[in-house]
């Protein structure tokens, strides 16, 4: 019988809650801002509400994403590319016009 040798890979328990941690941290940020300029809490809210699915997805991938991430150059980069893609699509219209929207709901 061959024994194992020791090891000191342990498995990486994921936990579902980092996307509940993510959006308290979040809800923090935006009422620690509100406390200073209504308009900085308007748009880091319209921020995070945008960016908060993109950083998910990229620090914590559901399995069709990591599979790609870590199967070929071509699927790490098409899933990259498609990240910059909405993250510069964000900048230029999804934060201005959630913004705007906030801000006329608000006032």
């Known amino acids: 019988m061959k024994l194992k ?10 936990k579902d809650s980092w996307g509940l941690v993510l ?7 935006v009422g620690a801002a509100a406390i ?5 809490a308007i748009t880091l809210a319209a921020s995070c509400i945008v960016g908060m699915p993109a950083i998910y997805v990229l620090f914590f991938p559901p399995h069709f994403a990591a599979s790609h991430l870590e199967r070929t150059i071509i699927g790490r980069t098409g ?3 498609l990240l910059l893609a909405y993250f510069g699509a964000s900048k230029i219209l999804f934060v201005p016009f959630l913004s705007r929207m906030i ?5």
């Open 5 to 14: 040798e020791p090891s000191l890979n342990v498995p990486f328990q994921k």
């Open 23 to 29: 959006g308290a941290v979040s809800i923090l940020a």
């Open 36 to 40: 200073f300029d209504i308009a900085l």
């Open 79 to 81: 899933v990259i590319a």
């Open 103 to 107: 801000w006329h709901i608000l006032h």
